[in-house]
């Protein structure tokens, strides 16, 4: 089967950097995603890593390393904006359209 | 794009009720997914559609809850009856299924409180 494990929170300061760590146990890999959600909203895509590496879009960077069964989101600039929760996400083994959710971290950002 | 659609946005009812949720896809995305998030379980797959037919319905509670996908555009996620346990909010998203289809999108989601 498929698990994911992540911070339950993680607290930071304005225009700092944070890291939310995501360590996954797969059948099948196909991938790591990142999903951000505010609160009562709905989630939304950020990140797709397929292979090892960092990938970057903007302010923020998703890294993965396979071998680690690991990844990680880097926001750098952090805004209050950021101020949500944030999912990491594996597609099934056995199903190329169903995704896993892991169980969110909730991140705050103080001024 | 309109993007992934819900009705209703909030849902009140009492005990025992018939609830009907509804969703329209983004158009020409195959796969169809309902979710349920609470604080307690997250966010919980509970069925999805490829193609408009249900492949894996293994996170569907109980016989009290159904799903439907009548055609390419719209679903329906139906509780009877409804409990106060099903109180939350339910998400459906969809995506363009198959091995190319790596990013979900969510509708704005449906708060049902079972009063």
């Known amino acids: 089967g498929q698990s994911l494990e992540q911070p339950s929170e993680v607290t930071a300061v304005e225009g700092a950097i944070v890291q939310i760590n995501c360590t996954y146990q797969?059948?099948?890999?196909?991938?790591l995603s990142w999903y951000q959600q505010h609160d009562g909203g709905a989630p939304t895509f950020l990140s797709y890593n397929a292979l090892d590496g960092l990938e970057e879009t903007g302010r923020f960077s998703s890294f993965l390393s396979r071998s680690d069964s690991y990844g990680y989101l880097l926001l750098q600039e952090l805004q209050m904006k950021d101020s949500a929760s944030y999912f990491c996400?594996?597609?099934?083994?056995?199903?190329?359209?169903?995704?896993?959710f892991g169980s969110g971290t909730r991140l705050s950002i103080r001024p | 794009d309109a993007g992934v659609i819900q009705s209703p946005r909030h849902e009140v009812t009492e005990m025992g009720q018939e609830v009907t949720l509804r969703c329209k896809p983004i158009s020409g995305h195959n796969s169809l997914f309902w979710y349920r998030q609470t604080m307690m379980r997250g966010l919980e797959l509970l069925i999805y559609?490829?193609?408009?037919?249900?492949?894996?319905d293994s996170g569907m509670p109980e016989d009290r809850f159904s799903a439907k996908m009548p055609n390419a555009s719209f679903s329906t996620l139906k509780i009877q009856p409804s409990e106060p346990r099903d109180s939350a909010v339910y998400f459906c998203?969809?995506?363009?299924?198959?091995?190319?289809?790596?990013?979900?999108?969510f509708g704005p989601g449906t708060r049902l409180t079972v009063l």
């Open positions: 797969t059948s099948g890999f196909y991938g």
């Open positions: 998203a969809s995506s363009i299924g198959g091995r190319g289809g790596n990013e979900q999108f």
């Open positions: 996400a594996v597609r099934d083994g056995s199903s190329a359209s169903k995704i896993i």
């Open positions: 559609f490829n193609n408009n037919v249900p492949i894996d």
